[in-house]
């Protein structure tokens, strides 16, 4: 899934209220300024994203992030985008060979479960190197654009989300994931990894 699509998907659907009777029409104006996912400028976005299906580029992506980045709820919205990106990836792979993999020992579903993040973030960040560490335990992106495209990394979000949903899938879970490093917090680069014994440090992003 494009990463704008997913953004705007996820935008759409949390402005969406559970009640439609909520958009009452005396009210209908107030509500759609309140609720950029519900515009027509919004709506027409998504249906030209769903219609290309192509590359989008960078410095649009960016303004995206950097648009929904100025919500008091962005981080749910990155985060949300994150979970459907990993949800059509997975989709990919099969059911069967999903629950294949939830069969191996936890050491293995874990290494699968990275290296298969780490290769959708490549998708996500391109140009950026990309690697799994620390025993196939961490995942280490620089220069990746949800970190610079928006202010103090708001836009990693999407990446937790992500990587929720893949160890998730993977049955790989068991240990809070902390997004210890940060480029946008001045870091070298953005590291999320198991938290071990030590918690120090890290903004806790995935529950096991």
Known sequence: MQIPLAMLAALHELDMPDDPRDLAVS??????RQRLGLSSVVLDQIRRYEATRGD?????VASLFTLLARRSDATVI???AGHR????????????????????????????AWRRAGKIARRLCPGSPVRVAR?????????GLPAHAT?????????????DEILGEYGA???????RRCEAR????????????????GESVVRG
């Open 27 to 32: 009210h209908l104006s107030l509500n759609l």
């Open 56 to 60: 989008v580029s960078a410095d649009e």
């Open 78 to 80: 990155f985060d949300a």
């Open 85 to 112: 990106i990993a949800r059509e990836s997975l989709d990919d792979r099969g059911a069967g060979r999903r629950f294949a993999t939830r069969l191996l020992p936890l050491r293995l579903r874990r290494w699968r």
């Open 135 to 143: 025993g196939n335990s961490a995942l280490v992106i620089e220069e």
């Open 151 to 163: 202010p103090c990394g708001r836009g990693c979000a999407l990446l937790a989300g992500l990587i």
């Open 173 to 179: 879970t068991g240990n809070d994931i902390v997004h």
């Open 186 to 201: 001045g870091d070298d680069d953005c590291t999320w990894e198991f938290a071990g014994d030590d918690e120090a440090n």
